[in-house]
C-alpha cells in the first residue's frame, strides 16, 4: 500500500469533470449583467450607500471575471475513508446524507450534505461519470435524503452562470 492510499483508503471510483458547467455567453449576457449592476448602482446612489455601492462593482467585477474564466478540471475519488476532491478530504463521518441531481447535460451532480454549518453543502459534478455508480458506492457510507436545488442554484442556471 502507498501512502497515498493508507492516508485515503482504498480508491472505489475516480473521475475528473470540470469544476462547473460552463455556459458560453453572448454578447447579450454582457448587456445583461451590466445592466444590472448600473441599476443597483443608481439605487446605491440614490440611497446615499456608499459600502452598498462598492459592494456592487465588486460583485459584478467578479461574476464577469467567473464568466471570463474557463472552468478547472478537477480530479475526483470516492474512497474507503471519504470524498477527495484534489488534495482534500471529505471524511464520511463528517456528512449526514447525499443526493445525486440528474438533468442531463447540464446537470449532473453529487451533492453532500455536510455537518459543518460554513459548509452546509459540497456539490461535485459527475462530468461522464455514470451517477448509478456513484449512488452504488455512496449509499454504502451515507443515506440517501432528496435535497432540493436552493435559491442560488436556480438563480444562477436561470442566468446561465
Same mark, same amino acid.
Given at each position: 500500500?502507498? #501512502?497515498?492510499?493508507?492516508? @485515503?483508503?482504498?480508491?472505489?471510483?475516480?473521475?475528473?469533470?470540470?469544476?462547473?458547467?460552463?455556459?458560453? &455567453?453572448?454578447?447579450?449576457?454582457? *448587456? *445583461?449583467?451590466?445592466?444590472?449592476?448600473?441599476?443597483?448602482?443608481?439605487?446605491? @446612489?440614490?440611497?446615499?450607500?456608499? +459600502?452598498?455601492?462598492?459592494?456592487?462593482?465588486?460583485? *459584478?467585477?467578479?461574476?464577469?471575471?467567473?464568466?471570463?474564466?474557463? #472552468?478547472?478540471?478537477?480530479?475526483?475519488?470516492?474512497?474507503?475513508?471519504?470524498?477527495? /476532491?484534489? &488534495?482534500?478530504?471529505?471524511?464520511?463521518?463528517? +456528512?449526514?446524507?447525499?443526493?445525486?441531481?440528474?438533468?442531463?447535460?447540464?446537470?449532473?451532480? $453529487?451533492?453532500?450534505?455536510?455537518?459543518?454549518?460554513?459548509?452546509?453543502? /459540497?456539490?461535485?459534478?459527475?462530468? &461522464?461519470?455514470? #451517477?448509478? &455508480?456513484?449512488?452504488? @458506492?455512496? /449509499?454504502?457510507?451515507? #443515506?440517501? @435524503?432528496?435535497?432540493?436545488?436552493? $435559491? /442560488?442554484?436556480?438563480?444562477?442556471?436561470?442566468?446561465?452562470?
Amino acid at each position: 500500500m502507498n #501512502p497515498k492510499e493508507d492516508h @485515503i483508503g482504498k480508491t472505489l471510483l475516480e473521475w475528473e469533470a470540470h469544476e462547473y458547467f460552463h455556459h458560453e &455567453k453572448g454578447t447579450d449576457w454582457y *448587456w *445583461w449583467t451590466g445592466l444590472a449592476a448600473v441599476v443597483l448602482l443608481g439605487l446605491a @446612489i440614490y440611497q446615499g450607500s456608499f +459600502l452598498f455601492g462598492v459592494l456592487v462593482l465588486v460583485g *459584478w467585477f467578479t461574476v464577469v471575471l467567473y464568466a471570463v474564466r474557463p #472552468p478547472r478540471t478537477l480530479k475526483f475519488h470516492l474512497t474507503e475513508r471519504g470524498v477527495l /476532491i484534489e &488534495k482534500t478530504l471529505y471524511p464520511w463521518q463528517s +456528512l449526514k446524507s447525499f443526493w445525486v441531481f440528474y438533468n442531463p447535460p447540464l446537470h449532473k451532480d $453529487l451533492s453532500l450534505e455536510s455537518k459543518k454549518a460554513f459548509m452546509p453543502y /459540497i456539490k461535485i459534478p459527475l462530468g &461522464k461519470t455514470e #451517477p448509478v &455508480k456513484v449512488r452504488e @458506492i455512496v /449509499i454504502k457510507f451515507l #443515506p440517501e @435524503i432528496e435535497q432540493e436545488e436552493s $435559491l /442560488i442554484d436556480n438563480l444562477s442556471h436561470l442566468a446561465r452562470f
